[in-house]
């Protein structure tokens, strides 16, 4: 399907040049895939070249503030959209760039099942892709992939179904510095406390996960459970240079759980802190039993920049709108580009 | 997608009432598929109730000698196939129940990939499906799951890809008495060597596995090495009710190697014997590697019968003609039907 595409002839925008949308970047001219504008807010950012600011070198693309000015010069077909994990923040931005005719693939983490968060944003931006011609869908390791495309995948092979349950455990010494202060690492309890009072705290996308699981195998959610502890270093942790002391908050434990006819089907579970044995694990109550583990585990970043660049040759292939992963056309694969490195 | 779809619609024919036809026949009956019709050429069978003959009492349909006379009086849509690994025993047979209108999904391990087989023929196999508007499609747990379509669906996170490795490790005495037998376990070492001479011995399937990932991959295989060992037991071994003498074959350690640009790309593995530790594995050496277990391993026959089921309303979804697991239209999942058992 994807074999024959012409990754050159593809040009994309990338909108929101952080950490993730530079991996993303970088993948994408690697594999062959013409960068033609790019978008962020950051001052700092604005008017330098693209490549200089990933670390390829000039590729002569320089980050503009508005994806009219990006456009103003060239054109495109794929716009790569990474900013925020919230629907509420995002959807003008996905309706923008979609006005522009450009098919959208995100990382926000809501907008990969929308319609559970705003069933009438996921409406609109549904329609206005529809309008033009083009796609819009949100994914990413997680959601995107662990807890939901894979999970799913692993199902085929199975009978029966009555349960699903999934962990993500991460060595958050591992991780990037934003990552580990999104989860914590350092707080003293009370401080963490107030974070999560305050909101913007833990992983967005159990819920996503959970429905996209449950619609896919005809199971009716009536209720999703959810809660968020801190990991306290009971001594002091040291792990890839990343110390906490005994007492402090070395990360946290977050689970969800989707309940059907009053029974618990789906169990989703995130611990990220210093000092974890990374891993990843999927158990599937069914005929047969899947119980899988992955270590260390998927690596959240990589996998998420992957998943986005070997995700857009499939993505062009599906009906015009906003897509799911579990509606895809095809399974995403690493695609052709690569092969066998010459 | 296969959502909503009736199953109770879709009439459907065992044409193989052997093993895994059965345990296929009991789970179409509980996912509420209408077996209409059975064939079988086995003369014992012939003219038995076909639900008696698979353990869950009468339904009323009687196993038939041929497909013409299978379908005298009931109409078709779907022909589960099980009866050979190889093409040139199945081809004559896809080609009836192709010329009956029926969309043919089947177990036969060299129709998963038939064209590195015989291009000539899975071109006859293709235009013959084109032209009556079905799908003729070959899958099952291996070749169809463990080693390419998960395998290719993991991928879907690295970035690169330089080298795919899969085993399965399986415990034979947890398998029935064919699989035993088809294995050489019991056999004397010299007996084995004459069996593997004879023709017939092990698994059929790692070539079509290793050509799928590579073609998706868009790597070139120029050569595949394969290799079949006895596994002798060192001691008497006892599992599961099953005992090997010591000096006897225990089972089969069988292997094959995809070659490309003289370096080995694709390895597959298969540990069949008494006593060993049930299991699979999958390593991806990529950016970010994957190094996966299944413990133990997924039930082959099990899973062959849901992969099969499973299967049945995304192929139906596809575009008419010979379809592998690589080019079909979505994964597979185990369908809504099912759900949380009530």
Redesign the interface.
């Known amino acids: 399907?994807a074999?024959g595409m012409l990754m050159d002839s593809i040009g994309v925008v990338i909108y929101g040049v952080g950490a993730i949308g530079s991996q993303i970047a970088r993948?994408l001219l690697?594999r062959g895939y013409r960068i033609v504008g790019a978008v962020d807010v950051d001052e700092r950012k604005v008017e330098r070249d693209l490549g200089e600011l990933v670390g390829v070198g000039r590729i002569g693309v320089y980050v503009k503030r508005d994806i009219d000015e990006a456009l103003s010069e060239a054109e495109a077909r794929v716009a790569v959209h990474c900013t925020s994990s919230l629907l509420s923040q995002v959807y003008q931005q996905i309706l923008e760039l979609v006005g522009h005719g450009l098919n959208v693939i995100s990382t926000c983490e809501e907008l990969a099942y929308p319609h559970i968060v705003d069933a009438e944003l996921a409406e609109r931006i549904d329609s206005a892709a529809k309008d033009r011609g083009v796609r819009v869908l949100g994914t990413g390791?997680n959601p995107g992939?662990?807890m939901d495309?894979?999970v799913?995948?692993?199902?085929?092979?199975?009978?029966?179904?009555?349960r699903v349950y999934a962990a993500r455990v991460i060595d958050a010494s591992r991780r990037r510095l934003p990552f580990q202060r999104k989860i914590g690492v350092g707080l003293d309890p009370q401080s963490f406390v107030q974070k999560v009072q305050a909101g913007g705290m833990g992983h967005v996308g159990f819920r996503q996960s959970i429905h996209m699981v449950a619609?896919?195998?005809?199971?009716n959610i009536s209720e999703v459970r959810e809660g968020l502890d801190p990991v306290i270093a009971e001594q002091p942790v040291e792990s890839h240079g990343v110390r906490v002391d005994a007492g402090s908050v070395a990360g946290v434990k977050q689970w969800a759980v989707g309940v059907?006819?009053g029974?618990e089907?789906i169990r989703l579970e995130m611990h990220a802190y210093v000092g974890a044995e990374d891993h990843d694990i999927i158990r599937i109550d069914?005929?047969?039993p899947?119980?899988?583990?992955?270590?260390?585990g998927?690596?959240g970043d990589?996998?998420?920049?992957?998943?986005i660049?070997?995700?857009i040759p499939l993505l062009l292939e599906a009906p015009p709108g906003l897509i799911t992963m579990?509606?895809?056309?095809?399974?995403?694969?690493?695609?052709?580009?690569?092969?066998?490195?010459?």
Request: glycine fraction near 2%; proline fraction near 6%; hydrophobic fraction near 50%.
């Open positions: 399907m074999v993948l690697e390791v992939f662990m495309t894979l799913l995948t692993l199902t085929a092979v199975c009978q029966k179904v009555s619609d896919t195998l005809g199971w059907s006819d029974r089907v069914a005929v047969p899947i119980n899988l583990e992955i270590r260390p998927v690596h990589k996998a998420t920049a992957a998943m660049v070997n995700t579990n509606r895809l056309p095809a399974i995403p694969h690493a695609a052709t580009a690569w092969g066998v490195r010459r």
